[in-house]
DNA sequence: CGCACGATTGATTAGGGTCAATAATGGTGG
DNA sequence: CCACCATTATTGACCCTAATCAATCGTGCG
């Protein structure tokens, strides 16, 4: 399944809002966003695209992108075109399932996000999104220790959680001051998740949504 | 498919969080909320649930329900088993085509809803729930010349646009002095729904994601 | 009639936004 | 190796949107 070998380099959009889904693309490595714009170029990363992921199997059976997604850092990529999906869907119910599994774990995901836009504070917003980054990038292998690379810039972290790069970056000394996390030279440390987690009111349970049986 | 009918109250939870999916429910009449608390009792309604469409397919492949759904009406639906879905989405490929095209659509509404969250201003919030309602109810036969009801109290949208009950009514004010929307007696009605969508920076695009061919 | 809940108003406060400047960082070409 | 430039990160001052607190007013209902 895994022909057509694609590399990106950091911020450039795979594919824009209000683009036909012509393929479907998995990510091999790096960090991508998927993200929305206003007319007046106000911007909403309303979620994260981590190794292991699919890009566009999320607008597959729609006509056009509700979204756009640009890469972060450097990505690898693979690119399996709409026919060749359809087939592989078709000839394998498990695969399709899986699929469909992906999707409903994303959809919760982004419940999830909803509510820390537009409950949680500042603090715990920055808080709660580290604790969902370490605990999706475990499964593939990218938490080192109780330590991850941080390859992203404050403005990418502020369009995530809805606020100003200013204040972004005053969280984050907040959070740095009382020993939540360690984060410098592009390496997020936590030392002690569970204490982060109390902090940003972290629900233990929405990712944990293995499937049934 | 409409066997298994069933009535609800208004303010009921149908299905809580960390709650096994044994069944789904398709919705025949009532509006319901997609809910989901924090541990002090904050509240975010991360989206509404209207007559045909699903409630549960959205956690079925997944263990347990990662959110509440609740009546803000009273609701009739009807019920249909785990094990006769496996076997009616088994025998019927469109059909489970179908579901997964639910559970995309609502994946871009969720998305949509996290810009709302995070970027727009409460005026902006609130105009852009209301021309979503318009525009999901509209299908179903819900609007009837520039009217639809409005079943849900103040604190249900303010739990839906992240704010306050009390600014959520001045929004409500300042959206009836602008002649935007009337509002009274359980009526929403929009004269100039296009004016309406300019003040919400209303996105024309997201919620027409027909299916493809 | 009294009660509970929902809607509305006023006053005050606080959490974050905005603006503007400055300091690091990192990549590039000479 | 270094000067230069463009991002990115950080800081300070000030402002504004929306939250909070606390009444008050309706209104449907048993």
């Known amino acids: 399944m895994l022909e057509g070998m694609q590399r990106a380099g950091a911020g450039e959009d795979l594919i824009s809002e209000g683009d036909p889904v012509d393929s479907v693309r998995i990510v091999l490595s790096g960090w991508l966003s998927?993200?929305?714009?206003?007319?007046?170029?106000?911007?909403?990363?309303?979620?994260?695209?981590?190794?292991?992921?699919?890009?566009d199997a999320h607008a597959f059976l729609l006509s056009v992108m509700d979204h756009s997604i640009a890469t972060m850092t450097p990505v690898v990529y693979s690119e399996i075109k709409r026919a060749r999906f359809e087939s592989l869907l078709a000839s394998d119910r498990s695969l399709a399932e899986a699929f469909?599994?992906?999707t409903l774990v994303n959809n919760a995901i982004?419940?999830?996000?909803?509510?820390?836009?537009?409950?949680?504070?500042?603090l715990e917003r920055v808080a709660h999104l580290f604790c969902e980054i370490f605990e999706r990038l475990r499964p593939v292998g990218?938490?080192?220790?109780?330590?991850?690379?941080?390859?992203?810039?404050q403005m990418d972290l502020a369009d995530a959680t809805g606020l100003s790069v200013?204040?972004?970056?005053?969280?984050?000394?907040?959070?740095?001051?009382?020993?939540?996390i360690a984060l410098r030279e592009r390496?997020?440390?936590?030392?002690?998740l569970s204490a982060l987690k109390d902090a940003a009111l972290y629900s233990p349970s929405y990712l944990q949504l293995y499937r049934r049986g």
Not at 43 to 53: C, L, S
């Open 34 to 55: 998927r993200y929305k714009t206003l007319e007046d170029g106000r911007r909403q990363i309303v979620n994260f695209v981590f190794p292991g992921e699919t890009c």
């Open 100 to 102: 469909w599994c992906e």
């Open 110 to 122: 982004q419940r999830e996000w909803a509510i820390n836009l537009g409950r949680r504070t500042a």
């Open 142 to 153: 990218l938490i080192e220790g109780n330590s991850c690379i941080m390859p992203v810039t």
């Open 166 to 180: 200013v204040h972004l970056n005053r969280t984050l000394q907040e959070l740095r001051a009382t020993g939540l």
């Open 187 to 192: 390496t997020l440390t936590i030392s002690d």
